[in-house]
């Protein structure tokens, strides 16, 4: 693969700069986030197998550098806005759930507010269904109702942009986008 790191820094360093610093306050750190991304790119380029992917692969890197930097500070665990990355706890290969589950990101901020409140609380800030009811004024199975809506209205927005090849298990064992174009993955 002839991909050379000038190119990407060329293509990459201003908007992962501007990614970055929407996420990290201190000018310096964004800097060295910034670095070490661009380090395990260097170190890291001929892992890539399929070029035309290298925009989710650098933006996963970013990600990973990014929850490294909260991690290696203890930042407060309770998500206060939306959470921003959906990362994989694991640093081997991503599955196809865990890219699938990056696509969900833009997907969930386009729900109306009541539906992407409701997935917010219950699938990042692990509140269940009961708690969703007390903490917005519903009924549990007003709450459940709500969570089981947002999940279909994401759904249905996934299969529109993307087949899905499931295991048994339901989990994403292959995807393909329907077109190129897709504004979402």
């Known amino acids: ?6 190119s990407i820094w060329a293509e990459f360093s201003t ?3 501007s990614f970055i610093k929407k996420r990290v306050k201190n000018d310096q750190d964004v800097d060295d986030i910034l670095q070490n991304v661009f380090y395990k790119i260097h170190y890291s380029i001929s892992t890539l ?13 970013t990600r990973h550098e990014l929850a490294d930097f909260y991690r290696a500070r203890k930042s407060e665990s ?11 706890d694991s640093d081997d290969k991503l599955t196809a759930n865990d890219e699938i589950a990056q696509c969900l990101i833009p997907m969930i901020s386009l729900l109306p507010e009541k539906y992407k409140q ?20 519903l009924s549990v199975s007003g709450a ?6 947002a999940r279909l209205k994401l759904k249905e927005m996934l299969l529109g942009c ?24």
């Open 78 to 88: 309770d998500i206060t806005e939306f959470p921003e990355d959906i990362i994989s």
């Open 162 to 185: 993307c087949r899905l090849e499931f295991d048994r298990r339901g989990n994403v064992i292959d995807y393909q986008h329907k077109c190129n174009d897709c504004k979402f993955c």
């Open 49 to 61: 197998k399929e070029a035309d992917k290298i925009h989710a692969w650098v933006y996963r890197i």
């Open 118 to 137: 409701a997935i917010l609380l219950t699938e990042f800030q692990n509140l269940t269904q009961k708690e969703l009811s007390a903490r917005m004024g």
């Open 1 to 6: 693969m002839d991909i050379c790191i000038e």
């Open 144 to 149: 459940k109702s709500r969570v089981q809506r």
């Open 15 to 17: 908007p992962l700069k």
